[in-house]
């Protein structure tokens, strides 16, 4: 089978298309038919990262046909139609490759009707999305219509992936849904997504156009630029609110304004995807399997998410035009469905 792989980190001209065996699945484990891989942020930082094996293959993300499993695995059968979660994560298997083998947990049936490209969106944005929803105090832990009934989110950077999940998921949740942006082209692409409100955090005045719509500010903050943001998040987090920092976009050291944060009981919460509780897991997975099911999440440029597709063979540009901050989803087309 065809596969990308790379046994020297360093930019994206490591990547190297291979021949290798089709792996055979052992107990408990699947194997899938990937037809899309897809691209985040997380797989060109790993890729000029360290190499923890002697050749790994990148993409975490993807979304293929269930074409052989294992002993005890009970979920899934030949021929399902499955996404897939965490495939490079301690493991030297990625998803830019024809076949690919997990742990079952890590393949998740896809509806009818929910493309292949959709299920290789998800993994770790959504499940990224899904976290920072539920860390408030008091909950609630888990997602589903009218969870987040009454509660107002605000996503820094809703044109983002990670952004565009998290409008997503909190409407369908039914929070109220505030989301930033740098320009009009984000602003239609996040109202695509279902955000009520978009400001402009490059021009006027952000926290006052936050608050005209929010008066109590958000309870809930999904953060990808902390520092930046620290004082826009201080001026419109609700009390008892929680800014859900998931990545550091724009600088790695925050400076923040401990008395207005302090007064209202602002807790701060750091995400990282992969080292999240097994629950918590667990219930993202569950969740955003739901969500798909009830067709709230949805992708492509009426979704707020535009679609950019690259051939398996050119690989290292899908991982260039995300490491150069493309607006959309970058898959990898790695098999005919
Ligand atoms: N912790 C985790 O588990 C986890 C999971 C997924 C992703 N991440 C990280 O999260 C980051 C985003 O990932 P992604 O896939 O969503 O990338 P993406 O699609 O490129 O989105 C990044 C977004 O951040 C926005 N942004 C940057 N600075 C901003 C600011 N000061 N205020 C508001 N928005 C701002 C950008 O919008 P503008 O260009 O318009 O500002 C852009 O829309 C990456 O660093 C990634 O590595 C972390």
Same mark, same amino acid.
């Given at each position: 089978m065809r596969a990308i792989v790379y046994s020297q980190t360093g930019d994206s001209g490591v990547l190297r298309l291979a021949e290798r065996p089709v792996p055979e699945p052992g107990p408990g484990e699947v194997r899938v038919r990937v037809v899309r891989s897809g691209v985040n942020p997380t797989d060109w930082k790993a890729r000029r990262g360290a190499l923890s094996h002697a050749e790994a293959v990148p993409n975490q993300d993807g979304a293929g046909i269930v074409d052989a499993t294992g002993p005890g695995v009970t979920g899934v059968a030949r021929g399902d139609r499955v996404w897939l979660w965490e495939a490079a994560w301690g493991r030297p $298997? +990625?998803? %830019?490759?024809e076949h690919v083998v997990l742990p079952e947990r890590q393949v998740v049936p896809l509806p009818d009707g929910a493309s292949l490209d959709l299920g290789a969106s998800l993994g770790i944005p959504a499940l990224t999305a899904h976290r920072c929803l539920t860390v %408030? $105090?008091?909950? #609630?832990d888990r997602l589903a #219509? +009218? %969870?987040? $009934?009454g509660r107002t989110v605000l996503v820094a950077g809703g044109a983002g992936a990670v952004g565009n999940a998290a409008i997503q998921l909190a409407r369908w949740a039914g929070a109220t849904v505030v989301a930033t942006v740098s320009g009009p082209e984000k602003a239609a692409l996040a109202r695509a997504a279902g955000a009520h409100h978009v400001v402009?955090?490059?021009?006027? $005045?952000p926290a006052a156009e936050i608050r005209a719509v929010a008066p109590e500010g958000a309870d809930i903050v999904v953060e990808v630029a902390p520092a930046p943001n620290a004082a826009l998040d201080a001026a419109v987090t609700a009390p008892q609110g929680v800014v859900a920092v998931y990545a550091n976009n724009g600088g790695d050291e925050v400076t923040l304004p401990v008395r207005a944060l302090l007064t209202r009981n602002v807790r701060y919460h750091f995400v990282l995807v992969y080292t999240v509780t097994a629950a918590a897991k667990d219930a993202a997975v569950a969740d955003v399997r739901a969500a798909v099911e009830a067709g709230a999440l949805r992708v492509g440029e009426e979704a707020g998410l535009p679609l950019h597709h690259f051939p398996l063979e050119r690989t290292a540009d899908a991982h260039d035009a995300v490491e150069s901050g493309v607006v959309g989803k970058v898959l990898v087309d790695v098999a005919p469905e």
């Open positions: $298997d +990625g998803t %830019a490759q %408030a $105090d008091g909950g #609630p #219509p +009218g %969870a987040l $009934d402009n955090y490059r021009t006027g $005045d």
